[in-house]
C-alpha cells in the first residue's frame, strides 16, 4: 500500500493506526484524507491535492489508463492484493457508459484479513440451502461472503460469480477453495447462457444484487436446480423485495455495531433444497 499511497501519507496512516485495522482510505479533492478502521473514522493532516489524486490513480492503472478504461466506465479499479478503488468525478454517458473528464473523488477499500462470525453459522453448508446476506454499506457482508465461501468450496462445485473482483481478488489473490472456480467480469444476466451449463455448478456465489435483472438472473440459476449464496443492501429483512425473499429461504442480517459483521440474525429455512 505504500506504493500506492507514497511513503509519507502512508507513513501518517500508520501513525494512527495499524495496516490490521486499515478498511479504507477515501481521497477528495481539495478535502482532508479521510481514514476508516475497524472501529473509527478520523482524518489525516494532508489535503489531497489535484497532483496527489492523479498520481494515485496512475499508480493504480501502471501508468496506462487504456488498460482500464472499461473499469474505470464502471467506476472502480481492482488494484493488487484485493483492493478495489472507487471513482467519481465529472464524467459524460455515451451508449451507456461512462466517461471520466476529471476525478473528484476515489474510495479506496482494503479487504480485512481478519475472520468473520462464520463459525457463529453452526453447519451451515449441511445440507446448503439458498442463503441472502443483508446489512447496510460497511456491514460486512463481503467479509461474511468471503468466509462462507471458502467453507462451502471446499465442499462443493462452487462457481463464484465475481463481477468486480472483490471476492477472491484479481488472479485469485484472496483465496478459494480446492472446489472452486471463478468467473470475472461478466455481468450475471449474460452467466446462464452457457457457463452454467459448462461447468456444472452445485453452488453460484455472487456479491451485491442490485436490479431486477439480477433478480432474474439469480431465480433462473435457483429454477434450473443450483443452489445459491448472495448479498444485498438493506438493513432489514422487510426490506428485501419480496421476489427476491421467494428465492432465498435463509437469510443472514448483519450489522456494522458493534463492529462490523456483528450477526443480527440467522433466519433458516425450513426446506432445505
Known sequence: MEKLFGQEVYGAILQNCSAEELCEVRLRLFQKIQIKTVSAVFFLDTVCTEEYLT?????????????????????????????????????????RQIGYKKIYALCIRIPRKKRSAVEKLGNFYTPFQNTLIIAPPYGGKTTLLRDMLAV????????????????????????????????QGI??????????????????????????????????????????????????????????????????????HPTPGTILSYKRGSHAR
Do not use: W
Open 187 to 256: 455481468e450475471k444476466e449474460y452467466v446462464y447462457q452457457g457457463i452454467i451449463r459448462s461447468m456444472n455448478p452445485e453452488i453460484i456465489v455472487c456479491d451485491e444484487l442490485f436490479s431486477q435483472t439480477d433478480f432474474e438472473a439469480i431465480r433462473r440459476i435457483s429454477e434450473a436446480g443450483i443452489r445459491c449464496l448472495a448479498s444485498y443492501h438493506a438493513e432489514e429483512v422487510q426490506k428485501v423485495p419480496e421476489s427476491l425473499r421467494e428465492i432465498f429461504p435463509s437469510v443472514i442480517t448483519l450489522s456494522a
Open 152 to 183: 462451502l468450496s471446499e465442499r462443493y462445485d462452487t462457481l463464484v460469480l465475481d463481477e468486480r473482483c472483490e471476492l477472491v481478488g484479481k488472479d485469485l489473490v484472496l483465496g478459494i477453495g480446492t472446489r472452486g472456480d471463478v468467473l
Open 55 to 95: 498520481k494515485v490513480l496512475s499508480t493504480a492503472v501502471n501508468g496506462c489508463f487504456y488498460a482500464y478504461e472499461r473499469e474505470i466506465a464502471q467506476g472502480y479499479i481492482d488494484y493488487e492484493k484485493g483492493i478495489r478503488i472507487g471513482i467519481v468525478g465529472r464524467g459524460t454517458l455515451s451508449e
